[in-house]
């Protein structure tokens, strides 16, 4: 996944079991297959700061209802693992191809 690894690809709690998970990236962090590593950090501290300008733009109850969840579930893992200043130098340090990846997963061009 863009955000973690996972553990079991064909045994998650959105599926059929033995078949390749479904699930949007956003439902990655909330499975508990997922693993993420200080690799992830960049993707998922540039997410967070995507978000965090998402919010801005949106009406608070289109806010709620689909990104709400998801913000909270990701600011709670960063906010329990990294520091402020792991986050601005994770930003600092993403890729372009990156970058790329979770703006597209943003706009849902990756959802079934």
Known sequence: TATAACADFTHGPHDEPGQPCTASFLLC?????????????????????????????????IWDLDWREHFERLSSLLAAHTTTAERDEAVRGISDHDRELIDDFLRRRFDL
Do not use: D, F, G, M
């Not at 993420?36 to 997410?47: E, F, N, S």
């Not at 700061?49 to 919010?55: G, I, T, Y």
């Open 29 to 61: 962090l909330a499975c508990p297959n997922a693993v993420a590593t200080r690799r992830h950090l960049p993707r998922l501290a540039y997410l967070h700061r995507a978000l965090v300008e998402l919010r801005a733009t949106l009406e608070a109850r």
